[in-house]
């Protein structure tokens, strides 16, 4: 009876020791500290630097806007520029439903500068919810300042829509855990573009590659695979996974000459390129080529550079996959 009675109060003292954790995590997490008192100063040059790399390197507007999934590749919508709302949901292997947040001034309006920067690089949002790192914070963090600056210009310059976006969910027990991952920001500056592979490596890491082109569980990449392919998006009728993109000889790239890698990302940015209509099947894709097709042909070759860098990772993908 003794034993009963201790073993009773270490059970109870082990669970009061999980509920407090869990209402420490649910109610004091995120903290990564205030938002910097920043006002960033709207050049033309920043501007431009920003649009290149919002709709062409970073991609942000490849997530906060509509994209016409009729045609390959689902080309953004023009007229949604950063108004957000796209879902990532349980059918994408995300734990949870996802919303892309509207980023145009419409809804920006009572953000400083400096929460949009804690947001963006942190991923501790203005009323303090930790954003899930589909909005790729972790790696926005690196980033150059400067860079990051030119995109909260841009966004700023952006024609503002109003457009309510539904709150994300997740699913127990990853929002717990989603509230421990927001971390202070550590930017680097932008490599000299004559080290070629330390400047693509910058790149890569600002596109994301690694995000869609590697194994994920629970949203979360899987170690050793990374730039292997294999993420899967479940389509209608089937499942598209990505491609392997390290430059192993028989499953990756290893058989494309940089003339090629480069060609192949600005077939989608020639003028006389038309998108063909092909619906939400196994032949369209979700890599949103229109969108990286319009980085200089400079920066895909430093990107090439630094995937040449990489050891081949011999993972073999079916890329379309019926489903039975």
């Not at 509920?19 to 500290?33: D, F, M, Q, R």
């Not at 290149?52 to 970073?58: E, M, S």
């Not at 930017?187 to 070629?196: G, N």
Request: aromatic residues 8%.
């Amino acid at each position: 009876m003794k034993k009963l009675k201790v073993f009773a109060i270490v059970l109870g003292l082990v669970a009061l020791a999980v509920l407090s954790g869990g209402l420490y995590v649910n109610i004091a997490l995120p903290n990564v500290g205030p938002a910097p008192a920043l006002k960033v100063e709207r050049t033309p040059e920043r501007i431009s630097r920003g649009k290149y790399l919002a709709n062409h390197v970073a991609a942000c507007m490849d997530c906060h806007s509509s994209r016409n999934w009729e045609q390959y590749s689902g080309p953004m919508i023009s007229e949604t520029l950063g108004s957000g709302g796209e879902l990532f949901d349980e059918q994408m292997g995300f734990p949870g439903k996802i919303y892309a947040s509207n980023i145009t001034p419409a809804a920006l309006a009572s953000w400083t500068d400096g929460e949009v920067l804690k947001a963006i690089t942190t991923g501790e949002s203005k009323d303090h919810r930790a954003l899930f790192p589909v909005m790729a914070y972790p790696r926005f963090g690196k980033m150059d300042q400067e860079d990051l600056y030119s995109i909260i210009a841009y966004i700023r310059s952006l024609k503002p829509i109003n457009k309510d976006i539904e709150h994300t969910v997740l699913n127990f027990p990853v929002n717990l855990i989603n509230k421990t991952l927001p971390e202070k920001a550590s930017s680097q500056k932008i490599p000299s573009q004559t080290d070629t592979v330390k400047y693509g490596a910058y790149l890569v890491n600002a596109a994301g590659c690694v995000d869609c082109h590697s194994k994920s569980d629970k949203g979360k990449i899987i170690e050793g695979s990374e730039f292997g392919g294999g993420m899967e998006f479940k389509l209608p009728g089937g499942t598209l996974t990505s491609p392997n993109i390290t430059m192993h000889q028989s499953n990756g790239l290893g058989s494309w000459k940089k003339e090629v890698f480069i060609a192949k990302f600005k077939h989608y940015a020639d003028s006389n390129y038309k998108s063909e209509k092909v619906g939400m099947t196994l032949q369209n894709t979700v890599m949103p080529w229109t969108m990286y097709a319009g980085m200089t042909e400079n920066d895909l070759a430093a990107i090439y550079a630094y995937l040449n860098s990489l050891k081949p990772n011999p993972n073999k993908v079916l890329v379309r996959r019926l489903d039975k």
